[in-house]
């Protein structure tokens, strides 16, 4: 054998102990220099089988690991934008992870897209700055088996476009923030005592609103009762004309 069989190929016998301990001491550095992140596993609840996508994903569940942000000066990207449509937060992290810990508090605690590691798709918690990224892209093997063997994965990350989806974690401080935050309609149903929505209609889909739904506070900048009165005297929305051609 060319290589000291003790150390570097992971295969002989008196390794397992060397890589043990090494993995033990990753796990202290991150306990050390990381924060604690939340670990939130997406759940598919209507999956389009063609495109393999589902855009109504709930997020039931949080697991705290510790996790080392490796740009040491904080979030990369393009950073906030001021485009046509506002302005848009383009930040980007990567978080490591020991593989043990994850399989420890994740894999084996939780229901999760893969068993096998982080999937795509699924959402971190940051409760430093209380943003959620979602994980773009997992790689496993960096650094590259040292002692024969893989510790970490590092979670390429993107700051979470929110779009409606569910956030129930029964953990206060991940979900207010979609509570206060969130547009959806659907959290201002008005609940019946079994946790069914009150519906206008026996057998239909449409629920009954809260008074207290308001979006024109959301944003002091909104426009929408301007954009709705100058739209009377341009589209036409009545009987006679469906479509709101111009008159």
Known sequence: MTINHYFQSGDSIGTNNEQLLHEDLIIECLKIY???VLYLPRTTVNL????????LNKYTQAY???MYLSDVNGFTGEGDLLTKFGVELRDQATFTVSRRRWDQS????GSVQLATRPAEGDLLF???TKSFFEIRRVEGTDPFFQLGKLYVYNLFCELYQYSSERVDTDRLDVDDIQRIDSLDIRNFDLLLEDGNRMLLEYNTVSSIILESFE???RDSFA???AFQTEGVGILDFSEKNPFGDYR
């Not at 389009?48 to 855009?55: A, K, Q, S, Y």
């Not at 994740?106 to 605690?109: E, F, K, L, P, S």
């Open 126 to 128: 940051f409760p430093k």
């Open 48 to 55: 389009d089988t063609i495109l393999n996508e589902d855009v």
């Open 106 to 109: 994740v894999a084996r605690a």
């Open 215 to 217: 979006i024109t506070d």
């Open 64 to 66: 705290p690991l510790e």
């Open 223 to 225: 426009q929408n009762d």
């Open 34 to 36: 990381g924060f604690e």
